[in-house]
Each structure stands twice: as structure tokens, then as C-alpha cells.
């Protein structure tokens, strides 16, 4: 399993040397970083890191959650809010069930997948909640369901390596899953068709964002692949085309 863990904006040195002991700790071959708020190399990180000292020190740092999954085949974000609006959120067996399942190509099986995890202080975004295929969320308590960041990492770790290892003869046998479309591929062809229908008049740009933001989740569900993002983009682009060349 090529899995890479990805931490969004975090904020605490301790908690990111501490995650890097846990990817350490469950066999995680790699760990990002976007867009750090704090020293993620200084000493405290690095003795909280202990064993994980490599991982850390080799660790990616990106400017944004889009390009630090790109590379990556797969991807799950956590969510511990409860104003996370209409997406979909599935436990964890289902979420990493999901994210261990291979399309059966060789491609496939050397691509990484990604754990993605949100800031300390307020999780993810919802944007960035639905660059992620899958999002799942931990069963804590309603009144208090924000888990501390290095906690939610080794819970999710815990049982993704408890599911790889229980799973795997059952994941052998069964029918192959098709791989989604990147995020980045998924993004443009969400741009361009947001140009399409304000030019077309049927977004206002005040209400595009959230309209559009139905529109991803509706490809996200269908797990759209890259051949069909393709031929999306391909049409929203002829048709932007043929709506400019009538014109007067």
C-alpha cells in the first residue's frame, strides 16, 4: 500500500513530529505538508518525531491541498465539524475499504492514496473537503467531535492498517474498482464549465459558487474517471466555442 498522509495548514510542531512518528509507526511511506504554519523542522518536531525523524526531515511542503494530491490515485479527507453542509460523510470501514481498492492495472497499484487532514484549530474547508473522493468521519461524541490532530491521524492509521491487513484476501477476489478523475482534472473542467453558464446565463455569479459546489459533489458521488472528465471538458469547451462563434 503507497500511502502518503497530508496535513493541511498544520500549526503545532509537536503534532507534526508526532504524525511523523505514526506514519513511522504504520508503515506510511510518506508525509506532506501544505502550506505549514509553524517550523515544521525545529527541534521540538523533530523529538517528538523520534523514530520518524526521516519522514519528517524528507517531508514535502505545497503551496495548496490541489497540488499536494495530484500524484495521488485516491484520496480521503477527515472531518470532525458538524457544519459540514450536504457532504456525504461515511465511516471509516467504508472510506478506507474504498481507498485500499485497487482498478487492477499496475499503474494503479504503484500511484499513492492520500490521508487528508485539516487544521488543529477548524478542520478542512468544505472546498477542500470536496477535493477529496470520499470523507469520513470518526465516531466521537456530538457535543465535542473535533479530535486532537495526531490523535485522528493514529485512529485513521490504526484502522487502515487493521483493513489492509484483515481485507486483504477478500480485496483479492472481488471485481476490480475504477480510479477517480485527479482533483486537478475535476477542478478544471468545473471552471471551465462555471465560464460556460455565466456566459451562458444560467449562473449569477453570486450564487455560481454554491451551485457549482452541487455539481461537484454530484461527480464525486458518481466517481467520476478520467476519460469521462475528459470528454465533459471536451464538450463544455465545444460548446463555449459554438456559443461565441454565433454570436453577431
Same mark, same amino acid.
Given at each position: +500500500?503507497?500511502?502518503? %498522509? #497530508?496535513? %493541511?495548514?498544520?500549526?503545532?510542531?509537536?503534532? !507534526?513530529?508526532?504524525?511523523?512518528?505514526?506514519?513511522?509507526?504504520?508503515? *506510511?511511506?510518506?508525509?506532506?505538508?501544505?502550506?505549514?504554519?509553524?517550523?515544521?523542522?525545529?527541534?521540538?518536531?523533530?523529538? +517528538?518525531? %523520534?523514530?520518524?525523524?526521516?519522514?519528517?526531515?524528507?517531508?514535502?511542503?505545497?503551496?495548496?491541498?490541489?497540488?499536494?494530491?495530484?500524484?495521488?490515485?485516491?484520496? #480521503?479527507?477527515?472531518?470532525?465539524?458538524?457544519?459540514?453542509?450536504?457532504?456525504?460523510?461515511?465511516?471509516?470501514?467504508?472510506?478506507?475499504?474504498?481507498?485500499?481498492?485497487?482498478?487492477?492495472?499496475?499503474?494503479?497499484?504503484?500511484?499513492? *492514496?492520500?490521508?487528508?487532514?485539516?487544521?488543529?484549530?477548524?478542520?478542512?474547508?468544505?472546498?477542500?473537503?470536496?477535493?477529496?473522493?470520499?470523507?469520513?468521519?470518526?465516531?466521537?461524541?456530538?457535543?465535542?467531535?473535533?479530535?486532537?490532530?495526531?490523535?485522528?491521524?493514529?485512529?485513521?492509521?490504526?484502522?487502515?492498517?487493521?483493513?489492509?491487513?484483515?481485507?486483504?484476501?477478500?480485496?483479492? !477476489?472481488?471485481?476490480?474498482?475504477?480510479?477517480?478523475?485527479?482533483?486537478?482534472?475535476?477542478?478544471?473542467?468545473?471552471?471551465?464549465?462555471?465560464?460556460?453558464?455565466?456566459?451562458?446565463?444560467?449562473?449569477?455569479?453570486?450564487?455560481?459558487?454554491?451551485? +457549482?459546489?452541487?455539481?461537484?459533489?454530484?461527480?464525486?458521488?458518481?466517481?467520476?474517471?478520467?476519460?469521462? *472528465?475528459?470528454?465533459?471538458?471536451?464538450?463544455?469547451?465545444?460548446?463555449?466555442?459554438?456559443?461565441?462563434?454565433?454570436?453577431?
Amino acid at each position: +500500500m503507497n500511502a502518503v %498522509v #497530508v496535513l %493541511v495548514e498544520p500549526a503545532g510542531p509537536l503534532n !507534526i513530529g508526532s504524525v511523523a512518528r505514526l506514519c513511522a509507526n504504520f508503515g *506510511v511511506s510518506e508525509l506532506r505538508l501544505v502550506a505549514p504554519r509553524c517550523d515544521h523542522l525545529c527541534e521540538q518536531a523533530m523529538q +517528538m518525531a %523520534v523514530h520518524g525523524q526521516s519522514l519528517l526531515d524528507a517531508a514535502a511542503v505545497f503551496p495548496d491541498l490541489l497540488t499536494a494530491i495530484n500524484d495521488c490515485r485516491r484520496a #480521503v479527507g477527515s472531518c470532525g465539524r458538524l457544519d459540514h453542509g450536504e457532504i456525504p460523510l461515511q465511516d471509516p470501514e467504508q472510506a478506507l475499504g474504498w481507498l485500499l481498492a485497487s482498478d487492477g492495472s499496475a499503474s494503479s497499484a504503484k500511484a499513492p *492514496v492520500a490521508l487528508v487532514f485539516g487544521r488543529e484549530d477548524r478542520g478542512l474547508s468544505n472546498s477542500e473537503l470536496r477535493l477529496c473522493q470520499k470523507v469520513l468521519c470518526l465516531q466521537s461524541g456530538e457535543a465535542y467531535p473535533s479530535l486532537n490532530l495526531s490523535h485522528a491521524v493514529a485512529v485513521v492509521l490504526h484502522e487502515l492498517a487493521r483493513l489492509n491487513s484483515a481485507e486483504t484476501e477478500a480485496r483479492s !477476489i472481488a471485481p476490480p474498482s475504477p480510479d477517480p478523475a485527479a482533483a486537478k482534472a475535476l477542478s478544471a473542467l468545473l471552471d471551465d464549465a462555471t465560464d460556460l453558464l455565466l456566459e451562458a446565463g444560467f449562473l449569477l455569479e453570486h450564487t455560481a459558487s454554491a451551485r +457549482m459546489a452541487k455539481v461537484q459533489d454530484l461527480l464525486q458521488r458518481a466517481t467520476v474517471r478520467a476519460e469521462e *472528465v475528459a470528454l465533459l471538458r471536451g464538450m463544455v469547451r465545444q460548446l463555449r466555442w459554438a456559443i461565441r462563434t454565433e454570436r453577431p
